[in-house]
């Protein structure tokens, strides 16, 4: 970093890391050359390893193995001691499993501009912090340490989030769907063929009067608009304008399992959301699937994990909404049952269905659908709920490019 000097931008926060941590690299790649962290590789192994190169293929292939050291470091050697096209730009996510995480990875790796995405009522990994407030405080560590010339670019619609502009000395840029944010989604809204085959989304940004109309293809949700809210501010940081980034993200293709549209068997579509679960993030699948046209609407729910004390009432939450809408419901994990508990007066009760894991699930939901369905898949990344996923795709050959954990090491677990 001493050598190539590379300018850092920072993701974090609770919900849509990843696809924000994509987006921005979609943006800024129209202006300079771009390396991004791969997958979960956002803590002090991940980060390192993303700065000296890309390695992400090769370490979810094999694990942290002494081999594949023995080549991150060599390459590392290599590339401080010779001259390289070192990227100009490295898009970094940082993770956050226990208190202080970011703080440490802060002070190694200090970015120049800090967006965060979301903290969220009921966060993950609350059972390590003890409170959302405890999160919200570890989030802000990735602005704390910014100095008057960096830049943080903060969601307007999380209370938790926009309040941390208290505690960075750092200039300000805000997105969301709120008036007051700098970049502002409007018109959201869903595209569909002239069959009524769902396409994906389509939004406004706009900032002081400016705006455009950007369409996303194959993802869905109102985090997708947040997630491109966040690249257009940074790309607004680094002096693009809103025409300029609108063409840019004409090429963004939304990440594997995070409310990604695929079709499915049997002339379904099928939402697939199974990369990981919040109560935050299980809300807004949710949400999408209530929002969206469909013959029926099934939801196929796992457990959502690291929820500690709040587990109970999260899962009963998502039962009290998913109760709402839902033509059958799906459960899948010892949690899932108070899903299930919770929407038992609201949907038929042979409507319901509950099993251990997703195994046990994956033959029934392939029976149950039928043409024009829209089948939400949602859970935590220990229920493995791309199980389920895969059995009822339309093109399962090319599972490893559509599907997440496709890796040797996740396949063998």
């Known amino acids: 970093m001493r050598r190539y000097k590379p300018m850092i931008i ?16 979609t943006v800024v ?3 300079h050359t771009v390396r991004v962290n791969a997958g979960n590789l956002n803590n002090e192994l991940g980060l390192p390893m993303t700065i000296i190169g890309d390695w992400a293929e090769e370490y979810y292939r094999e694990g942290a193995s002494l081999g594949l050291w023995f080549r991150v470091l060599l390459s590392g050697w290599r590339t401080f001691l010779f001259k390289s096209d070192y990227p100009e730009v ?30 969220g009522d009921i966060p993950v990994h609350v059972e390590y912090f003890g409170s959302k407030e405890a999160i919200a405080k570890e989030k802000a560590g990735l602005i704390s340490c910014l100095t008057v010339t960096d830049f943080a670019a903060l969601n307007h619609d999380d209370e938790a989030v926009i309040i941390m502009q208290n505690q960075t000395k750092a200039k300000i840029k805000s ?5 007051e944010s700098g970049l502002r989604i409007a018109n959201y809204g869903y595209n569909y063929s002239d069959s009524g085959k769902l396409l994906g989304v389509k939004f406004d940004i706009s900032e002081n009067e ?55 068997i049997k002339g379904t579509q099928i939402i697939d959301d199974s990369y990981n679960a919040s109560p935050a993030s299980m809300k807004l699948a949710l949400s999408v699937l209530k929002e969206i046209k469909a013959n029926r609407k099934i939801a196929v729910l796992g457990d959502m994990l690291e929820l500690g004390e709040y587990a109970e009432l999260a899962h009963r939450t998502m039962g009290e909404i998913a109760g ?5 419901l799906v459960c899948v994990g010892s949690r899932a049952k108070f899903i299930a508990e919770s929407a038992d007066n609201l949907i038929p009760k042979d409507a319901i269905m509950i099993f251990d894991n ?19 898949i949602k859970g935590s990344q220990g229920m493995r709920m791309e199980k389920i996923v895969e059995e009822i795709m339309a093109n399962p050959e090319n599972k490893h490019k559509l599907l997440v954990r496709q890796s040797t090491r996740w396949l063998e677990k």
């Not at 920072?10 to 690299?25: H, L, Q």
């Not at 997105?175 to 008036?179: I, R």
């Not at 997630?227 to 025409?243: K, P």
């Not at 709402?324 to 059958?328: H, L, R, W, Y």
């Open 10 to 25: 920072g993701v974090t926060g609770n919900v849509g890391k990843t696809t924000t941590k994509e987006a921005i690299a």
């Open 29 to 31: 790649r129209k202006i």
């Open 90 to 119: 490295l898009v970094l996510e940082y993770g956050a499993d226990h208190p202080g995480d970011i703080n440490k990875l802060t002070k190694k790796y200090k970015p120049h501009i800090s967006v965060i995405t979301a903290v």
């Open 175 to 179: 997105f969301g769907f709120s008036q």
């Open 210 to 264: 400016k705006g455009v109309t950007v369409e996303i293809g194959e993802s869905l949700g109102q985090s997708v608009a947040l997630s491109t809210a966040a690249a257009s501010s940074v790309g607004r940081i680094l002096g693009m304008d809103i025409a300029h980034i609108k063409e840019a993200m004409a090429d963004f293709v939304g990440q594997p399992g995070r409310l990604r549209l695929l079709d499915g």
């Open 324 to 328: 709402e809408f839902c033509d059958i």
């Open 358 to 376: 997703s195994n046990d699930a994956k033959t029934k939901v392939q029976e149950i659908i039928r043409e024009g369905d829209a089948v939400l």
